[in-house]
């Protein structure tokens, strides 16, 4: 026999932030519990919905008994079960009779510990009316909860108190406690819409979606997204007007309402004269509204904004006019702001950062900034961007970058620190390319944001990050684990990522050296950042640079491309990270062209390598020059083709380093046949010293790009 | 004389007259109905109606209470010369504390609205996350900012730790925004213009009180002898704490006094620019020590022998 099964847990409001998470916690740990207690049905599927106010889940059967089932249970050893003749002994009646069962059930098993009697018992299935208030305490025990709270003298705790519970099997309440809580069949709709004390009849999903409904709940989380988009339609029914769209705030609003209406409103004209930075973040950070803009290509705002209420409709307009009042008070603030702030100069402003602080042993911005202007700074960065002619626009970008800390609108939106200096320049008829540094210099900001978007703002950005660096590691200020408070992490990964994106050489290990020069004992905190940009390069090009090429990077070709042979610098491969990506392209591309080939050439050439690191390291042997004169024939082939095979000073284009990587893993042959025909370790030393430094030599030759030695065969 | 206004309004247009004083009666007359006392605002300065005692005091230990009172809550630097039509130094909160939290409690709150006339058939109202922590009292709870047509009108708390103390029983706190609910209900766009009587406005009360307080917290005051204020408080609690009494006796409530001078004076030395940023971390555990000492020594005066 099966019924159906249905839960509501009914709250105070839950953050939106952790609904959907509890729902899917919920859902999952539910499962498992019924499928744990045997009294899932397979093909049974749990539905799940939820409310700030509600959790819920629900199936149409589950098995309203175990089935039975045996146990063997073990009793005590033959020799102490049966007297000399046979018969059982006490202990063996009293071990059947506790079983409910006679001496003659008894039979023998043998066990790793000798022979024992044992007793076979059929055990009655429970019923799932009694089995669900365990499995429901289990599942909920499991949830893993934010910072939770208690609320009454229970000392239940839960991230927001439990007002409600309902539980039910068929048409039956289970009776049991979540806290002080009973359950009950009563639940609640909408606030101030809906009924407070709705009965359920039974445990239908449908029924329960249906009578929330009409007491102005939508359970379904997909019923209020859906609500929410086509009231964003409808209250924009002018040509060429649209919602700014914003995924993450729809979810906001869907885990914020249980009935949500779309309400239209309209604001004073005079505001569009504030950035439209500040004006979204007030609409969409402070107040959860949708901004409105003109659907086409840098699309202007209009004047209005969509909110989204906790209510079925706007009778009276009041709402709206709520709404309307409250965004007027926080853009009059901002525009009095913005006034006040643009009655000094941006630049007058450099001064007053002296008296706001960096970080205690580094300064205040006013310090970073002349660190930042540092001629041999700039001059290294433009020189490696290409941008030699335009020194003049990065030093005044980077004298701006921090005058807007004392601004107070930045004071009031943090989060538009740059932007609003960006603004201020440009509105002071600063030239574009500077304005537009400043205002991105502070970027990417996280893993997907944008980069800056001149080659101005990419030198203003990389000043920033590679002082910041220099200074938290000369101070022993180092990520590690989980711990990285300045995000130092994601300095590291904007650089990278600049310089990948902007496809600019530019040699960390010089850069870094410059930014070092203020700073004390910068030869051990170069050594740190060395292997720091080694593993941002590591998580970039393996998250980052795979996602957006679009075609996966493997880790071993990331390691290949990050630790090529022959490398004397100790920053290495890993010191341009745009040669870097441009060889990790070139591998990916080569390799799925021709799969067995690169699987040969890894396999011999770890055997070549092995052979020469046996007898010493790779790079005290190429140390040694070896001797042509001495050459066999096979010998000589080898070298002749090895020998075009040449790194030029700077590349620039994965095509010469494909070209490389190919003729590389085609020598494989060659190399096979000289390892089977040729025997290095000769009796003569003279020869066996020449054929090693040789090898030693061809080893690095082959690996230079790439180290080819690293990579398993690519699976189909 | 004025109309009298019918406690049962119509639509919420009919109350829009409610003035500001009023209105502070109409919820306090609500809150005494669930028994709560009807407190006096506390005579210190304070930074929120949470630090009175009647709240930071009360929350300890097991007796059940129920207090509402009015608070004049003073943050030096949120003063604008009564310039900004938003923002003041000195608001006023509608303090309400109930211990234990009664299972009602949301629904209890939102009866205090439509007593003041708030039709919340009409009206947009969410419940939004916002937890709330004190360094300075060694406190913290988790709630929700009330939202009214998105206008954040109350905090809504239950209180889990005060004075470093974990609450047993946990105790419920709401604060209504006054004058924030006051420009609602008269639809105005200034705080200065809420009607404060019939024939008074906000302005005409404490416009004066805006402006030369913004010039004494930013301008005028002496830092060098808020400085010597703060230490002279400091000092003097330290001492009433560490002093042995015989039973009930104890000065408690002299040292907690100090503590609380001793928290406003740091927001003047704030508001005056005169503390960095690394000075205020200590400052603010400085203060933060009294404040848990009195917490505890509360504690262990209503402990019964």
């Known amino acids: 026999m099966t019924q159906p099964f249905l839960i509501e847990v009914g709250c105070e409001e839950i953050p939106a932030r952790f609904l959907a ?139 927001r108190p439990v007002r409600w519970l309902v539980v039910l099997l068929g048409d039956e309440v289970i009776p049991m406690q979540l806290g002080d809580v009973a359950s009950g069949r009563q639940t609640r709709g909408h606030r101030t819409l809906g009924s407070q004390a709705i009965e359920l009849k039974r445990a239908d999903g449908n029924e329960y979606l249906r009578l929330l409904e009409r007491n102005f709940v939508l359970a379904l989380p997909e019923a209020r997204r859906e609500r929410i988009r086509s009231g964003l339609r409808e209250q924009t029914p002018e040509n060429g007007l649209r919602a700014v769209d914003d995924a993450e705030l729809l979810e906001i609003l869907v885990n914020l309402t249980e009935y949500p209406t779309v309400i239209r409103g309209e604001f004073d004209r005079q505001f569009l004269k504030l950035p439209r930075e500040v004006l979204v973040t007030v609409m969409r950070s402070h107040q959860r509204y949708f901004a409105l803009e003109e659907a086409r290509e840098g699309s202007q705002l209009a004047p209005g904004f969509l909110a989204v209420a906790n209510q079925d409709q706007d009778r009276d307009g009041l709402i709206r006019q709520g709404h309307e009042r409250v965004l007027r008070a926080r853009f009059n603030d901002a525009l009095f702001f913005w006034r006040h702030d643009r009655k000094r100069s941006l630049e007058s402003r450099l001064e007053d950062m002296k008296h706001i602080t960096f970080h205690a042993k580094l300064g205040s911005y006013y310090d970073k900034a002349q660190r930042m202007l540092r001629a041999e700074l700039i001059n290294y960065l433009a020189f490696c961007l290409g941008i030699e002619q335009q020194k003049d626009e990065i030093r005044q970008a980077i004298q701006l970058s921090k005058c807007d800390l004392g601004t107070e609108l930045v004071k009031e939106f943090t989060e538009l620190q740059g932007q609003i200096g960006g603004r201020i320049a440009q509105a002071e008829n600063v030239p574009e390319e500077v304005w537009q540094a400043l205002y991105d210099h502070y970027l990417p900001a996280a893993t997907l944001d944008r980069i800056p978007r001149n080659l101005t703002g990419a030198a203003a950005a990389l000043a920033d990050k590679f002082d910041t660096l220099a200074g938290m590691f000369a101070m022993g200020e180092i990520p590690s684990g989980s711990r990285d408070p300045y995000a130092l992490r994601r300095a590291g990964n904007g650089i990278v990522r600049i310089l990948v994106e902007k496809h600019k050489s530019l040699p960390l290990k010089r850069a870094l050296e410059i930014a070092l020069q203020p700073f004390q004992n910068p030869e051990h905190a170069l050594g740190q950042l060395r292997l720091f940009f080694k593993e941002r390069q590591e998580f970039f090009f393996q998250e980052m640079f795979s996602y957006k090429q679009n075609s996966p990077i493997q880790k071993e070709e990331v390691m290949a491309v990050l630790n090529p042979l022959g490398e004397d610098d100790p920053f290495g491969p890993a010191n341009d990270p745009f040669d870097a990506s441009l060889r990790l392209r070139a591998l990916n591309e080569v390799r799925r062209d021709k799969p067995q080939t690169f699987a040969r050439a890894a396999e011999v050439f770890k055997r070549m390598r092995n052979i020469v690191q046996k007898e010493g390291e790779l790079k005290d042997w190429l140390d040694i020059k070896f001797d042509r004169a001495s050459f066999n024939d096979l010998e000589r082939d080898l070298w002749k083709e090895l020998i075009p095979l040449d790194l030029p000073e700077k590349s620039q284009s994965p095509d010469y380093y494909r070209e490389y990587l190919s003729i590389a893993a085609d020598m494989a042959p060659l190399v096979e046949k000289y390892f089977n025909e040729v025997r290095v370790n000769d009796p003569d030393p003279e020869l066996r010293k020449n054929r090693l430094a040789f090898l030693a030599w061809a080893t690095v030759k082959l690996g230079r790009v790439a180290d080819l030695s690293l990579l398993s065969p690519l699976q189909k | 004389m004025p109309e009298p206004i019918s406690s049962q309004p119509s639509s919420s247009f009919a109350i829009a007259g409610l003035n500001f004083q009023d209105l502070c009666a109409r919820l306090q007359a609500y809150w005494a109905a669930q028994g709560c006392i009807v407190q006096l605002p506390y005579d210190l300065e304070v930074g929120a109606g949470t630090m009175a005692p009647e709240t930071f005091l009360r929350v300890l230990g097991p007796e059940p209470y129920r207090v509402a009172y009015l608070q004049p809550s003073r943050r030096p630097a949120d003063g604008r010369y009564g310039e900004n039509p938003n923002r003041l130094y000195k608001h006023i909160q509608l303090q309400v504390v109930l211990k234990p939290p009664p299972a009602d409690i949301q629904a209890l709150y939102l009866q205090s609205l439509e007593a003041i006339g708030i039709d919340l058939k009409a009206h947009d109202i969410k419940f939004e996350e916002d937890n709330w922590e004190s360094p300075t009292l060694g406190a913290w709870g988790l709630g929700w900012q009330v939202l009214l047509d998105g206008l954040e009108i109350t905090q809504f708390t239950y209180f889990q730790q005060c004075g470093g103390q974990d609450l047993e029983p946990v105790a419920v706190e709401i604060t209504y925004g006054m004058e924030r609910i006051a420009a609602f209900l008269q639809n105005a766009d200034s705080i200065y213009d809420i009607r404060w009587n019939d024939r008074w406005t906000y302005r005409d009360v404490r416009l004066d009180d805006e402006v030369q307080m913004s010039v004494y917290n930013f301008e005028s005051a002496d830092v060098e002898k808020l400085w010597q204020h703060f230490n002279l408080c400091e000092s003097e609690a330290r001492t009433l704490l560490a002093a042995e009494y015989p039973g009930a006796r104890a000065p408690l409530l002299g040292a907690y006094e100090l503590c609380l001078k001793c928290s406003h004076l740091f927001n003047l030395l704030d508001a005056r620019g005169a503390i960095s940023v690394t000075e205020r971390v200590a400052v603010i555990q400085r203060v933060r020590r009294l404040a848990v000492a009195c917490a505890a020594q509360w504690i262990q005066l209503k402990k019964p022998n």
Not at chain 1, 35 to 43: F, M, V
Not at chain 1, 59 to 66: A, F, G
Not at chain 1, 98 to 121: H, M, N, P, Q, W
Request: charged share 25%; net charge positive.
């Open chain 1, 21 to 159: 998470g509890l729902s899917g916690q919920l859902l999952a740990s539910l499962g498992e519990e019924l499928q744990t207690s045997g009294l899932r049905i397979a093909d049974a599927d749990l539905h799940a919905a939820y409310t700030p106010r509600r959790l819920a889940a629900w199936t149409d059967k589950i098995l309203d008994r175990q089935s039975d089932r045996e146990e063997e249970t073990v009793g005590p050893p033959v020799k102490a079960a049966y007297d000399a003749q046979g018969s059982p002994t006490p202990a063996a009646v009293n071990f059947a009779k506790k079983f409910g069962a006679a001496a003659g059930d008894l039979y023998k098993v043998a066990t790793a510990k000798g022979e024992y009697i044992a007793l076979r018992r059929k055990i009655a299935g429970q019923a799932a009316a009694k089995l669900l208030p365990g499995i429901i305490l289990r599942a909920w025990s499991r949830l893993e909860l934010p910072r939770s709270m208690k609320w009454d003298e229970s000392g239940f705790k839960f991230i």
